[in-house]
């Protein structure tokens, strides 16, 4: 499959079989500085479409990062519904600590401190805490320390303050 627009690739990013929707991503990504959040928060936050198209969406929203701001709101919503499915959600939450906004740490936080969500969502959302940075996500690493974690979510930590305290991010 050739792209050879942005149209097209917004397109196949929304309707397309798997394998051609993230081939579209991955051109969008390479154009990235030309294109606007707007048209993908429209597929992501789009039950109607499958998940996978979805998922492929939020993929190219992430790599936008600080450009893809205008998308936060949408992108805050998605991770916020419980109703959502889980991969959806947990780009979404990827996808805010690539954007490095500040306005997402008060619904990651939540999301980290309830154990009601599923782990892979928890575990994205600490992933995105130290992209975001500032006292506040540190703050709420260490509360999590804190409950004595295990499994995946304590390695995802253990990294999370390992890369803050280092600097990395």
């Known amino acids: 499959m050739k792209i050879t627009s942005v149209r097209k690739a917004l397109q196949t990013v929304q309707s397309g079989q798997p394998v051609d929707a993230f081939e579209a991503a991955k051109w969008l990504i390479s154009i990235r500085n030309r294109i606007r959040g707007d048209s993908l928060a429209e597929i992501a936050s789009n039950k109607g479409w499958k998940p996978i198209n979805r998922v492929a969406a939020i993929y190219v929203i992430g790599f936008l990062g600080k450009n893809g701001r205008e998308t936060v709101p949408t992108l805050i919503s998605i991770l916020n519904d419980q109703h959502e499915n889980t991969k ?64 995946k979510i304590a390695k995802q930590l253990k990294e999370a303050l390992s890369d803050i305290s280092r600097g990395i991010i």
């Open 88 to 151: 959806v959600r947990s780009e979404a939450a990827e996808a805010l600590g690539y954007i490095r906004d500040q306005k997402a740490i008060q619904v990651l936080e939540k999301i980290i401190l309830s154990s009601a969500e599923p782990q892979q969502i928890r575990i994205q959302c600490i992933f995105a805490l130290p992209r975001i940075g500032g006292s506040k996500a540190l703050a709420i690493l260490k509360e999590v320390e804190r409950t004595r974690p295990t499994g």
